[in-house]
């Protein structure tokens, strides 16, 4: 089955990635008035390097989604319709894996400037896509796909 002409999409206020910014400049005015490191001096050395691999990570991981739907030439914003659902690339093993490679980066820049705020704001970050977008999301992918997107959601967790 593939997504109807006339589909809106799943309806996002606003983009998701939006909200892990504003979490993420939240967490550096804190710091701005609170400043507390994330790494202690013993420890700082290893910040950059953890925190190069991470980014490497969740950009490779956001990479990896972000040509899985231009290969199923399928709306990547998600206020847009989804032409078909995909299941390839990373969508094997996370239904959102452009959210965890956020999520990846988020943490990578949260090392990089070795401050506590952001981190602490992470969780801010990853669970309001889910009261934005998250449930608007499957409950259009639920409409448009039905059964084949029952099947996948069962299959496949959320995250990782």
């Known amino acids: 089955m593939s997504g109807s002409e006339s589909s809106k999409g799943p309806g996002a206020p606003f983009p998701p990635p939006l909200l892990f910014v504003v979490a993420f400049l939240i967490g550096l005015g ?33 990479f990896w989604a972000l040509i899985s739907f231009l290969r199923a030439r399928t709306a990547i ?15 094997r ?3 959102n894996p452009m959210y965890f490679g956020l999520t990846l980066l988020y943490l990578g820049v949260g090392l990089w400037v070795n401050s506590i705020w952001p981190l602490l704001m992470l969780p801010l970050a990853a ?3 889910v009261e934005a977008g998250y449930s608007k999301e499957e409950a259009y992918l639920t409409a448009e796909f039905g059964k084949e997107y029952g099947t996948y959601r069962e299959s496949v967790r ?3």
């Open 30 to 62: 804190i710091e701005q008035l609170a400043p507390v490191d994330m790494l202690p001096d013993g420890v700082r050395a290893v910040g950059p390097i953890a925190a190069i691999a991470i980014l490497v990570a969740g950009g490779l991981i956001g």
């Open 77 to 91: 914003i998600p206020h847009r319709p989804a032409s078909q659902l995909v299941t390839i690339g990373p969508f």
């Open 93 to 95: 093993f996370s239904r």
């Open 127 to 129: 669970w309001s896509p």
């Open 158 to 160: 959320r995250w990782i």
